[in-house]
């Protein structure tokens, strides 16, 4: 496993408490199809790496227990270190009641986040309030092209990973989705380039938004800040913009109860493009499905059409 070691090493992976998260791989299997893309074929001991995803993933649980990829389970390293702890010690121990007390005290939080964003959800539900509530989250990756019952031989062998950036407005209780293909990953670029296009394809604007996302290294990154500075401050869209995010490795997500029919017609249907995985989304009620732009150009993206509709949009004062 030198490559998977190799790539702990080379990249700036997230290291809290002993665990490493490999940022921006839902699964162990995705990080093994980046690998092998990458052409790493010859390990230090010249033995050609042709191990299969079965292999990389018995070696990666067995030798590398300390190392997660997002989709991971168990997925909270604090809550996995408190544990490791608390088993070795006695009751007896004046550590093992400071460590309870710093277990609870996280759990609490975790609690505390969840129950604020079902009282976003209930006010905003209630009509009187004139903000927004909206919850942004991730749906995992759907292959294309997908067949029914068909023997189809592609060309090519390695199937099309797409992800769902997903929104739940809760005011309108209607979910959006965006979808894209995997390599764009979950990061500033996707966070800001969808968000976007959710507040573009309104037909009006509330002067305040309230955002509960999953918490995540890109969600919290000076882009996505200074891209709500530049709403609040230089376009005037939002007279305020509230951010939250969950815990992390903590987010009961509200996205799930969306993401259901998806997966339900998914799996009812064939598909071959993004834009018949979007048009599959559009056919379950309360749940809209676009094929997301890219943000290669910041100022392409930005002083484009859509600039300009946003503009339009927002609330007079
Ligand atoms: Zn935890």
Redesign the pocket.
């Known amino acids: 496993m030198y490559v998977l070691q190799q790539h702990i090493t080379e990249h700036g992976l997230v290291e809290t408490d002993g665990n490493i998260l490999i940022s921006g791989f839902g699964t162990k299997e995705s990080l093994y199809t980046y690998l092998i893309s990458t052409g790493i074929t010859i390990p230090p001991d010249n033995h050609k790496l042709d191990v299969s995803p079965k292999y990389f993933l018995a070696i990666w649980n067995s030798k590398f227990k300390h190392v997660y990829c997002e989709g991971d389970e168990p997925?909270?390293?604090?809550?996995g270190k408190l544990e490791n702890e608390i088993a070795k010690l006695k009751r007896t121990d004046p550590l093992y009641h400071k460590l309870c007390a710093e277990r609870e005290q996280?759990?609490s939080k975790?609690h505390t986040q969840y129950q604020y964003s079902v009282h976003l959800q209930e006010q905003a539900h209630s009509g009187a309030y004139n903000w927004w509530s909206i919850y942004g989250d991730y749906k995992g990756a759907l292959e294309i092209p997908k067949t029914i019952g068909r023997n189809i031989i592609f060309e090519s062998k390695a199937l099309l990973k797409v992800h769902y950036s997903g929104f739940l407005i809760d005011n309108k209780d209607i979910f959006y989705y965006y979808l894209h293909p995997e390599h764009w990953s979950e990061d500033s670029n996707t966070v800001i380039s969808t968000l976007h296009l959710l507040l573009s394809q309104q037909t009006n604007l509330p002067e305040e938004i309230r955002l509960i996302f999953d918490r995540h290294g890109t969600n919290q990154s000076n882009l996505v800040q200074a891209y709500f500075e530049w709403l609040v401050r230089f376009e005037k869209v939002f007279k305020r913009i509230e951010y939250n995010t969950t815990?992390?490795?903590?987010g009961k997500s509200r996205m799930d109860q969306g993401n259901s029919p998806i997966t339900l017609e998914y799996q009812h249907s064939e598909k071959f493009s993004i834009a018949e995985l979007a048009e599959g989304v559009n056919k379950c009620g309360g749940h809209k499905g676009y094929s997301s732009v890219a943000l290669w150009d910041w100022e392409d993206f930005f002083k484009g059409k859509i600039r300009g509709k946003l503009s339009q949009i927002r609330p007079k004062s």
């Open positions: 997925k909270c390293p604090t809550c996280h759990l975790v815990v992390a490795y903590h």
